[in-house]
C-alpha cells in the first residue's frame, strides 16, 4: 500500500485547511485510515481514523474543530482542519492500517499555523 499525501501548507490561525490522502496497490486489505501528526520536539500523535464502515475517533485537542472522512470508492481520506491554532502546528501523516495489524505511512505534509 503506497499513500499520498497533500494539503498542507502555510495558514493563519482561525483559519482552515484541507488534506487529502490516496492509497494506492493492495486498497483491498485496508481497514483504518487516519492521520497523525508530529509538532517540533513532541512525539508523533493521533490525531483522527475513520474505519471502512465509518467509525471515528479523534484526538480531543481537535474535537469539534477538524472533521475526519473517507471515500472508499476512491481510496481518499481527508482531514477538513478548521479554527486552527498555533499548537496544530506539524508534519501531518496520512496512516492506513490493514486488516491483518499492518501499518502504513505517507510521506508528510508540512502544516503551519501563524499567528
Known amino acids: 500500500v503506497q499513500l499520498q499525501a497533500s494539503g498542507g501548507g502555510l495558514v493563519q490561525a482561525v483559519g482552515c485547511l484541507r488534506l487529502?490522502?490516496?492509497?494506492?496497490?493492495?486498497?483491498?486489505?485496508?481497514?483504518?485510515m487516519g492521520w497523525y501528526r508530529q509538532a517540533p520536539g513532541k512525539q508523533r500523535e493521533l490525531v483522527a481514523r475513520i474505519t471502512k464502515s465509518g467509525i471515528m475517533n479523534y484526538a480531543d485537542s481537535v474535537k469539534g474543530r477538524f472533521t475526519i472522512s473517507r471515500d472508499n470508492a476512491k481510496n481518499t481520506v481527508y482531514l477538513q482542519m478548521n479554527s486552527l491554532k498555533l499548537e496544530d502546528t506539524g508534519v501531518y501523516y496520512c496512516n492506513a492500517e490493514s486488516f491483518l495489524a499492518s501499518k502504513y505511512w505517507g510521506q508528510g505534509t508540512l502544516v503551519t499555523v501563524s499567528s
Open positions: 487529502s490522502c490516496a492509497a494506492s496497490g493492495s486498497t483491498g486489505s485496508i481497514y483504518v
